[in-house]
């Protein structure tokens, strides 16, 4: 009480600012005797001072709040009444009685503001007087306010007096449905498809999609009967709902009559300007429109933008398959127009095998369009064949290899032919283009040749290291490790040899490629831990950490003192992933590293590997001025204490 004595005085001096303090402090200590003072400075032309008003009574709330800020709705004041309005919205709700009194007003502003503040309140109790307003008071913008607000509340209780007032007249009528949709009360479809008969366009264009957001089964067959008597804008609505409300794989269920009477509604709305309505007849015509729909369809699909409307176009080329090959799709990819050929090999992409006779059928229409079309739709094409064509294609990628120029369609045929098909006859096709001038045909080439593997291609390729060419002799090593490390260790045995480190580093990897086999590597492996290349011993020390026996802990704690920080570290970390307690003392000696990273490291590996000897070297960096340092030690010894229980 002292204290709100304090505030009541500080409100009442003529320093502002003393006044403005005043006001926050009063809401901070929740001081209720100054609530009738803090309403009053809501009216004053001092902006801080009106914010600290607002702040506190929004804080102190109760009845006391909402009575004292009710009468500055009557303010002549527009700023002052729309602050009070802003006000009860937050805290009317703890008077109702007051709020529901003034929706009996004489002043019809003060209804309309009532009726808005009550949609605020979260309250049950606010339905019924918000109802009555909506449906007996004689001024419009009270009864489309209440309507907003019972929306706004979202209680299924409001739904019968709305559906009542959904024949009030148009400017209720919107907030009304706007109501309904919210609530998405069952009761309500009825009371909506009624007022069809009288609604203005417009409000029975609201109604339908308020019909569509709903989502219930009940209002399709009450709409379906209103398609033919319907002008063909509110029609393509109805359309819209219908399969907003079913989804277009149940259009299916529909009997003949009914389907194929929708069918050419759906084909109208195709034709729409509303992209929405467009959509969802799309989408229907997916599952019952044929192949006049899918000309429509592709008429749509072949305008848009590839980049600007990528996630509709996505959506439409899918609906596209999902009617399957028909002849406009095959005039498609035929025609002169390179953007439906583009949409309509994207379309056959996705036609599932069981959309046609066999799944032959789009190959033969991409594969018989291949050589007609320009280059970019070539591509799409070949990469489409080649993912899912099968033997009946061979012919159609050897020619290609025979007579195509272009390392994209390369790429496609040389996977087809060599990774999927494994031809052994094409090995020689795909041989030269190891020496393609682009080095992604070479890897494809490369790939294939491996795939399709058998003794001549491993002589070719082991005849390929005598190359003068380093690239040659690189792709040899990586070839003979995939075909068979141990089968070519004279090779390979060369290659740790060669004065390129790339293909000595490559060939290292081709022999430990198998872990199980490292009795059999192991000594020309670890030989190159002295390489002058730090790649080279590198993948050495990757290579060890992999394939991990305790006999390589010595190799690695000998790397520890290697030259480069790099291979340290990858040492470091592979002896702290394997618990190498042998590693330990080493790992001390080097915590005095001077590159930081190398010192985080090996802190982080005496944590993993633990021990008294671990953690008392992580206890003495503990020590350290470096915060960095002894925060990496603290979380080690923390790992240790973990695994310890």
Same mark, same amino acid.
């Given at each position: 009480?002292? =204290?709100?004595?304090?505030?009541?005085?500080?409100?009442?001096?003529?320093?502002?600012?003393?006044?403005?303090?005043?006001?926050?402090?009063?809401?901070?200590?929740?001081?209720? +005797?100054? &609530?009738?003072?803090?309403?009053?400075?809501?009216?004053?032309?001092?902006?801080?001072?009106? !914010?600290? $008003?607002?702040?506190?009574?929004?804080?102190?709330?109760?009845?006391?709040?909402?009575?004292?800020?009710?009468?500055? /709705?009557?303010?002549?004041?527009?700023?002052?009444?729309?602050?009070?309005?802003?006000?009860?919205?937050?805290?009317?709700?703890?008077? /109702?009685?007051?709020?529901?009194?003034? &929706?009996?007003? =004489?002043?019809?502003?003060?209804?309309?503001?009532?009726?808005?503040?009550?949609?605020?309140?979260?309250?049950?109790?606010?339905?019924?007087?918000?109802?009555? $307003?909506?449906?007996?008071?004689?001024?419009?913008?009270?009864?489309?306010?209440?309507?907003?607000?019972?929306?706004?509340?979202?209680?299924?209780?409001?739904?019968?007096?709305?559906?009542?007032?959904?024949?009030?007249?148009?400017?209720?009528?919107?907030?009304?449905?706007?109501?309904?949709?919210?609530?998405?009360?069952?009761?309500?479809?009825?009371?909506?498809?009624?007022?069809?008969?009288?609604?203005?366009?417009?409000?029975?264009?609201?109604?339908?999609?308020? /019909?569509?957001?709903?989502?219930?089964?009940?209002?399709?067959?009450? #709409?379906?009967?209103?398609?033919?008597?319907? %002008?063909? $804008?509110?029609?393509?609505?109805?359309?819209?709902?219908?399969?907003?409300?079913?989804?277009?794989?149940?259009?299916?269920?529909?009997?003949?009559?009914?389907?194929?009477?929708?069918?050419?509604?759906?084909?109208?709305?195709?034709?729409?300007?509303?992209?929405?309505?467009?959509?969802?007849?799309?989408?229907?015509?997916?599952?019952?429109?044929?192949?006049?729909?899918?000309?429509?369809?592709?008429?749509?699909?072949?305008?848009?933008?590839?980049?600007?409307?990528? +996630?509709? /176009?996505?959506?439409?080329?899918?609906?596209?398959? +999902?009617?399957?090959?028909?002849?406009?799709?095959?005039?498609?990819? %035929?025609? =002169?127009?390179?953007?439906?050929?583009?949409?309509?090999?994207?379309?056959?992409? @996705?036609?599932?095998?069981?959309?046609?006779?066999?799944?032959?059928?789009?190959?033969?229409?991409?594969?018989?369009?291949?050589?007609?079309?320009?280059?970019?739709?070539?591509?799409?094409?070949?990469?489409?064949?080649?993912?899912?064509?099968?033997?009946?294609?061979?012919?159609?990628?050897?020619?290609?290899?025979?007579?195509?120029?272009?390392?994209?369609?390369?790429?496609?045929?040389?996977?087809?032919?060599?990774?999927?098909?494994?031809?052994?006859?094409?090995?020689?096709?795909?041989?030269?283009?190891?020496? %393609?001038?682009?080095?992604?045909?070479? !890897?494809?080439?490369? *790939?294939?040749?491996?795939?399709?593997?058998?003794?001549? &291609?491993?002589?070719?390729?082991?005849?390929?290291?005598?190359?003068?060419?380093?690239?040659?002799?690189?792709?040899?090593?990586?070839?003979?490790?995939?075909?068979?490390?141990?089968?070519?260790?004279?090779? #390979?045995?060369?290659?740790?040899?060669?004065?390129?480190?790339?293909?000595?580093?490559?060939?290292?990897?081709?022999?430990?490629?198998?872990? *199980?086999?490292?009795?059999?590597?192991?000594?020309?492996?670890?030989?190159? #831990?002295?390489?002058?290349?730090?790649?080279?011993? #590198?993948? &050495?020390?990757?290579?060890?950490?992999?394939?991990?026996?305790?006999?390589?802990? @010595?190799?690695?704690?000998?790397?520890?003192?290697?030259?480069?920080?790099?291979?340290?570290?990858?040492?470091?970390?592979?002896?702290?992933?394997?618990?190498?307690? *042998?590693?330990?003392?080493?790992?001390?000696?080097?915590?005095?590293?001077?590159?930081?990273?190398?010192?985080?490291?090996?802190? *982080?590996?005496?944590?993993?590997?633990?021990?008294?000897?671990?953690?008392?070297?992580?206890? =003495?960096?503990?020590?350290?001025? !470096?915060?960095?340092?002894?925060?990496?030690?603290?979380?080690?010894?923390?790992?240790?204490?973990?695994?310890?229980?």
């Amino acid at each position: 009480m002292a =204290e709100c004595t304090e505030y009541l005085a500080l409100l009442k001096s003529d320093d502002k600012e003393v006044v403005r303090e005043g006001a926050f402090r009063a809401g901070e200590d929740n001081c209720v +005797e100054a &609530v009738g003072v803090l309403a009053e400075l809501l009216q004053t032309n001092h902006l801080g001072i009106q !914010e600290a $008003a607002d702040s506190s009574l929004r804080k102190i709330g109760g009845k006391e709040t909402v009575r004292a800020v009710l009468p500055l /709705l009557r303010s002549d004041e527009a700023p002052v009444r729309n602050l009070s309005m802003d006000i009860l919205r937050e805290v009317g709700c703890q008077d /109702l009685p007051s709020l529901i009194e003034l &929706v009996h007003d =004489e002043d019809t502003d003060i209804r309309i503001f009532a009726t808005d503040i009550l949609g605020s309140t979260d309250n049950l109790l606010a339905v019924e007087p918000l109802c009555m $307003a909506l449906l007996k008071d004689p001024e419009v913008n009270v009864r489309y306010q209440a309507a907003v607000s019972l929306g706004e509340l979202g209680k299924a209780e409001a739904a019968p007096c709305l559906n009542k007032a959904i024949e009030d007249e148009e400017w209720v009528q919107y907030s009304v449905v706007e109501a309904l949709t919210k609530i998405g009360h069952a009761s309500s479809v009825d009371a909506m498809v009624k007022a069809l008969d009288k609604a203005s366009d417009l409000v029975a264009s609201m109604i339908i999609d308020s /019909l569509g957001e709903m989502g219930n089964v009940k209002a399709v067959t009450m #709409l379906l009967r209103r398609m033919d008597d319907s %002008h063909t $804008a509110l029609r393509n609505k109805i359309v819209k709902a219908v399969v907003k409300i079913l989804g277009g794989k149940s259009l299916t269920l529909l009997n003949t009559a009914e389907r194929e009477r929708f069918r050419e509604y759906l084909l109208v709305a195709l034709k729409d300007e509303d992209e929405d309505i467009q959509d969802a007849a799309i989408q229907g015509l997916a599952y019952v429109g044929g192949e006049q729909a899918s000309g429509g369809i592709l008429d749509i699909a072949s305008k848009l933008d590839q980049d600007r409307d990528q +996630e509709r /176009l996505n959506s439409i080329i899918g609906f596209l398959a +999902e009617i399957g090959l028909t002849d406009a799709l095959r005039e498609g990819v %035929h025609g =002169e127009n390179p953007d439906r050929a583009r949409v309509s090999v994207q379309a056959l992409s @996705q036609v599932s095998p069981g959309a046609t006779c066999s799944e032959r059928d789009v190959c033969g229409v991409l594969m018989a369009a291949f050589w007609e079309v320009g280059l970019p739709i070539q591509r799409q094409i070949v990469s489409v064949t080649a993912e899912r064509g099968g033997e009946h294609a061979q012919n159609f990628f050897i020619k290609i290899l025979d007579e195509h120029t272009d390392g994209t369609v390369l790429k496609s045929a040389v996977y087809f032919l060599g990774e999927k098909l494994r031809l052994a006859e094409v090995a020689d096709r795909i041989f030269p283009l190891l020496q %393609h001038q682009y080095d992604d045909v070479k !890897e494809a080439a490369l *790939e294939a040749c491996i795939a399709i593997n058998g003794p001549v &291609v491993r002589e070719r390729f082991k005849a390929m290291f005598s190359s003068d060419n380093p690239v040659d002799r690189l792709m040899s090593t990586y070839a003979l490790g995939k075909l068979g490390a141990m089968e070519n260790l004279d090779v #390979l045995g060369k290659a740790l040899e060669d004065e390129i480190p790339d293909i000595r580093k490559v060939a290292i990897e081709a022999l430990a490629t198998s872990c *199980e086999s490292y009795d059999e590597w192991k000594p020309m492996v670890l030989g190159m #831990l002295d390489d002058e290349s730090k790649d080279v011993r #590198l993948t &050495v020390i990757e290579i060890l950490g992999k394939c991990f026996t305790e006999d390589f802990v @010595q190799y690695m704690i000998r790397a520890l003192d290697d030259g480069d920080d790099w291979v340290k570290i990858r040492a470091i970390d592979a002896l702290g992933e394997h618990q190498s307690k *042998e590693a330990v003392p080493k790992l001390i000696e080097m915590l005095e590293n001077p590159n930081r990273f190398v010192q985080m490291k090996i802190i *982080e590996a005496l944590g993993g590997i633990g021990g008294t000897s671990a953690f008392r070297a992580l206890l =003495e960096m503990t020590n350290r001025d !470096e915060y960095e340092l002894v925060s990496a030690a603290e979380s080690a010894i923390s790992n240790i204490q973990e695994a310890q229980g």
